[in-house]
DNA sequence: ACATTAAGTGATT
DNA sequence: AATCACTTAATGT
């Protein structure tokens, strides 16, 4: 945790008016977490609405064996649908958010959620709003997996994966994109070789550059 | 130099 | 598209 700075929620300034924005900032609490770190697990209760103020968190669902699927990430200025289900009505999350790189949380206590869900109308548009997108993005992914085959999935992947790092080069391995996608590692490997034969990107260790014309 | 982890590949289901 | 078995390449100690 760390002292509140002057003003670090601007990410938000269009979302919320000027007094809730002041009231978020004096009941919030500042967390910092590393990349890699597990914030919210499956089965966990839920404390605290978190606000992503600088970062990338990604929301994935784990199966019984503990094999991941990747369902969506959040960026800075959102929040996490999940916890406004959770909160609201005390259930345990049933998806599993880990930082996808080092980032910074502004967590508001549950406590404050029904209050303002009936004094600002601007953190009600906010709830929703997220709630909203959410779902449907949730519906590309059910769209993707029961619909789409592995290679599109993966140059799907690849562009997303791309768009939140601000950059062409990303770095993973192919096993943990078969982690993420759910599928094995030689699919992936293959699937890539056969797009580096088509120009589409080139493969290093551990690192992938996306070309133009993906 | 050796062990470990990542990636490439043919064959089989 | 998944699994197996094996090879080769890259990386760490």
């Not at 966990?44 to 094999?67: F, H, M, T, Y």
Request: proline residues 2%.
């Amino acid at each position: 945790m760390l002292d509140h700075p002057a003003k670090y929620l601007t990410k938000f300034s269009e979302h919320f008016d000027p007094t809730l924005l002041a009231e978020l900032e004096e009941k919030s609490m500042l967390m910092e977490v590393k990349g890699g770190d597990v914030i919210l697990n499956i089965g966990q209760n839920i404390r605290a609405v978190p606000l992503l103020v600088d970062g990338v968190i990604k929301v994935s669902r784990i199966n019984d064996e503990g094999q991941e699927l990747l369902l969506y990430y959040v960026k800075e200025g959102e929040s996490c649908a999940m916890t406004f289900n959770c909160c609201m009505l005390t259930q345990t999350s049933v998806i599993r958010a880990t930082a996808e790189e080092d980032s910074v949380l502004a967590c508001i206590p549950v406590s404050f959620m029904e209050e303002w869900m009936q004094k600002h109308p601007s953190w009600k548009k906010f709830v929703m709003t997220t709630l909203l997108n959410r779902f449907t993005e949730m519906i590309k992914s059910i769209d993707e997996v029961a619909f789409k085959k592995m290679d599109e999935r993966l140059i799907n992947y690849l562009k997303e994966k791309s768009r939140i790092a601000d950059s062409s080069v990303i770095n993973v391995t192919h096993q943990q994109i078969g982690n993420e996608l759910g599928t094995n590692r030689v699919v992936v490997s293959r699937l890539l070789k056969k797009l580096e034969n088509e120009n589409k990107l080139l493969i290093y260790n551990k690192q992938i550059k996306l070309l133009k014309d993906l």
